[in-house]
């Protein structure tokens, strides 16, 4: 036991998720991870990116799934995964509602449910830029800590969001998902990351680590958009 101890293999790992990741990145990675190390813990939470790195700092979490910001975080080792694929999210009466795909630079007239700057400034950034990109400035509403609090003010007609993928997977009622594309006319993305310790002590980080490329490998290697 001393020697799978200290192997990683036994033990506790403590992970933390923004919301998006959990829904999509989590259940692809841990089936594989609890079978190959049945005897370590998971301690499982999620947080906003900026909560998240925080915790981190402080030694609260072995690794976590976020939205790197665009500058680098002291002590904190960045490894970037396959950049996720961003939706629109529109109240059912909305005329975008019935369509398959939309511009972005259709939505500049429209108000728009933002992540708070403050909890997440890699994500807010990426959808500011594009926006910028494709001609306009959004016009935000009062934004909401995560993704999956927006959705309530959609429902209620207040705004549309750009919002992660996987929350197509959340059905609410009086929302409508649209595939919504950038100025290149590529689908919009946001970049996604494993986090650690740069000097972390929990040897199952590794393993952990080790896993979460191999799962996700194929993806990692496709082109980025």
């Given amino acids: 036991a ?54 981190l700092q402080r030694g609260e979490l072995d690794a976590a799934f976020l939205v790197p910001p665009a500058s680098q975080v002291p002590g904190i080792e960045m490894i970037a995964l396959n950049r996720q694929r961003l939706i629109l999210a529109v109240p059912g009466a909305h005329p975008a509602a019935g369509r398959l795909a939309v511009a972005l630079s259709e939505l500049g007239d429209e108000t728009l449910v933002t992540l708070a700057h403050s909890d997440s400034p890699g994500f807010a950034g990426e959808i500011v830029a594009a926006c910028r990109q494709a001609g306009f400035h959004p016009k935000v509403m009062p934004e909401s800590s995560h993704a999956l609090i927006s959705l309530p003010l959609i429902a209620a007609g207040l705004g549309v969001a750009i919002v992660p993928e996987a929350l197509r997977q959340i059905a ?44 996700l490998a194929p993806a990692a290697d496709a082109p980025q958009h």
Wanted: glycine letters at 8%.
């Fill in 172 to 215: 609410i009622d009086n929302v409508a998902y649209v595939n919504v594309v950038g100025a290149s006319g590529a689908p919009l993305t946001y970049p996604m990351a494993l986090a650690v310790h740069a000097n972390g002590m929990n040897p199952a980080v590794r393993w952990f680590s080790d896993t979460v490329r191999k799962v």
């Fill in 2 to 55: 001393a020697r799978d101890a200290a192997h990683g293999r036994v033990g506790t790992l403590r992970v933390c998720s923004v919301p998006s990741a959990a829904l999509r990145l989590l259940p692809q990675i841990l089936p594989e991870f609890t079978k190959l190390f049945p005897h370590i813990r998971l301690r499982l939470t999620s947080g906003s990116t900026v909560s998240i790195l925080g915790e």
